[in-house]
C-alpha cells in the first residue's frame, strides 16, 4: 500500500516542486499551499457527483468532454475561486497560476490512487498516467489560472478571460483525452508523447512570460 501511494502521489509532488522553484522569488505561505492541496481533494467529490449524472455516451468524445473534462474542471475552478476569493496573499498575477496547479495536483494525486488501488497492470498504468494524466492537470492548471490571472490583474477583457477560465481547461483536457481515447495499438502513442510533453513546456513557459508582465499593473 505504501508502494502504491509513493508511486501514485510522486509525478505530482514533483511538479509541485517545480513549481515552488519557480515561484521561489515570492513563495505563498506553506499553510495556503497546504490548503490548495486539500481543496484539489475534495473537488474529487464535486466531481464524482456531476459525473454521476451522465451515463457512458459509447462515444470518446462525448465521454471525454461530459464524462471528464466538464465536470473535472468545473470542480477545480470552484475549489480554486473558494480558494483564492478571500485570500490576502493572493495578491499577484503569478499566484493564479500556483493556486490552481497546486488545486489541479491535489486532484491529480487523489485520482492517481483511485486508478491505481485495483489495477492489475499496475506499473504500465502507473507510467502511461505519469507521463499523460498529471502533466495534463498542470497544464489545465496552467491555462486556469493564467486566464483568471489576466482578468483579475489584467484590468482589461475581463468579460473574455473569466469565462476562458473555464473554457480553456475544458477545450484542452476534452480533447486531449478523445485524442487518447481514440488511440489504437499502433505507435502513435509515442508521438503524442512528444507532442504533449512539447506542449506542456510551450504552454508554461508562455503563460508565465505573458502574466508577469501584469505585475507591474496588479
Not at 490552481?100 to 498504468?125: K, P, R
Not at 509515442?190 to 508562455?206: G, K
Request: a negative charge.
Amino acid at each position: 500500500m505504501l508502494l502504491l501511494f509513493t508511486i501514485a502521489v510522486l509525478p505530482a509532488l514533483l511538479l509541485l516542486v517545480y513549481m515552488g522553484w519557480k515561484d521561489r522569488q515570492h513563495p505563498e505561505p506553506t499553510s495556503c499551499l497546504l490548503k490548495g492541496l486539500l481543496f484539489g481533494v475534495l473537488s474529487i467529490i464535486v466531481s464524482l457527483s456531476i459525473t454521476s449524472m451522465f451515463g457512458d455516451f459509447g462515444d470518446p468524445i462525448l465521454d471525454a468532454f461530459f464524462n471528464a473534462a466538464i465536470p473535472e474542471e468545473f470542480a477545480k475552478l470552484l475549489m480554486f475561486w473558494l480558494l483564492i476569493r478571500k485570500n490576502k496573499h493572493f495578491n499577484e498575477p503569478i499566484d493564479s497560476i500556483v493556486y490552481a496547479v497546486y488545486v489541479s495536483l491535489g486532484f491529480a494525486a487523489v485520482e492517481n490512487i483511485l486508478y491505481l488501488v485495483d489495477e492489475d497492470d499496475f506499473f504500465s498504468t502507473a507510467f502511461s498516467r505519469a507521463i499523460f494524466s498529471v502533466p495534463g492537470h498542470f497544464c489545465f492548471a496552467v491555462c486556469m489560472g493564467f486566464c483568471y490571472g489576466m482578468a483579475r490583474f489584467g484590468h482589461k477583457s475581463k468579460i473574455i478571460y473569466y469565462p476562458m477560465a473555464f473554457i480553456g481547461p475544458v477545450l484542452l483536457h476534452g480533447t486531449y483525452d478523445a485524442l487518447l481515447m481514440s488511440l489504437g495499438d499502433d505507435d502513435s502513442w509515442i508521438i503524442i508523447i512528444l507532442v504533449w510533453l512539447v506542449f506542456c513546456i510551450l504552454m508554461y513557459r508562455a503563460a508565465v512570460k505573458r502574466i508577469d508582465k501584469l505585475k507591474d499593473v496588479g
